[in-house]
């Protein structure tokens, strides 16, 4: 069970280049999240999926794209960077939202946008 | 709307000392309260939760008690090691979405 995988951990980019942030989850789960973490301001949440075709907004969408064509996949598109979207990037899925439930979390992409 | 207020750092602790780092929030309903650490270098790990007014979460010598009278579930350890320097982060998950409100993170050092 290899349960949320984020790719790649670490990442370079120019500014005005585009990515995609790629994650993964093997457990069903029907929640799907993107926040990025910044100093001092904790983690916020980009834009979030409740199931397969459904997407929303977070906190901080701007410069961001997502799609979910399936269950385990929620990509994050970076469509052009920028330097304020320099900073660390968690996926985070969950069976089900609500009291007692889990959030889990991959391991982190670290971007740099020059 | 939501939000999680938690003690600023960073903390500077001696091995051994007493480990206290605040957090209180503020929502609507009953939310479930959650602890992540965050090691050097590394990505979310969750440290413990609780669900409902007086539960108290516990792992690795951590503590914190969901109190609803004061809005609180202040992190607590009664002797800190080195391996316990990281980022705290308290969170909660409202009962009505998916959506985690995070506090911004408290640096923690401890030093030999």
């Known amino acids: 069970n290899a349960g949320v995988t984020q790719t790649p951990k670490f990442q370079v980019l120019k500014t005005g280049q585009s990515m995609t942030l790629q994650c993964a989850q093997d457990m069903n789960h029907e929640y799907m999240s993107w926040y990025r973490q910044d100093p001092g301001m904790g983690l916020r949440l980009i834009h979030y999926?409740?199931?397969?075709?459904?997407?929303d907004q977070g906190e901080v969408p701007n410069g961001y794209n997502v799609s979910r064509s399936t269950t385990e996949d929620f990509p994050l598109r970076l469509l052009s960077a920028a330097p304020s979207q320099t900073s660390v990037y968690f996926c985070?899925?969950?069976?089900?939202?609500?009291?007692?439930?889990?959030?889990?979390f991959g391991e982190g992409s670290w971007l740099t946008v020059v | 709307g939501n939000s999680v207020t938690q003690m600023e750092g960073p903390v500077t602790l001696s091995e051994e000392a007493f480990l206290t780092i605040n957090c209180t929030y503020t929502?609507?309903?009953?939310?479930?309260l959650f602890w992540y650490v965050q090691y050097p270098g590394e990505g979310l790990q969750l440290l413990l939760k609780?669900?409902?007014?007086?539960d108290k979460g516990s792992n690795k010598g951590f503590e914190a008690t969901y109190r609803k009278e004061t809005t609180s579930f202040h992190l607590e350890k009664g002797s800190v090691q080195v391996s316990d320097s990281a980022v705290y982060f308290c969170a909660l998950l409202p009962g009505s979405n998916y959506k985690l409100t995070f506090g911004k993170g408290t640096l923690l050092t401890v030093n030999p």
């Open positions: 609780a669900t409902k007014a007086d």
């Open positions: 985070a899925s969950s069976y089900r939202g609500g009291s007692g439930n889990t959030i889990y």
């Open positions: 999926s409740v199931g397969a075709g459904i997407t």
């Open positions: 929502a609507t309903g009953y939310p479930s």
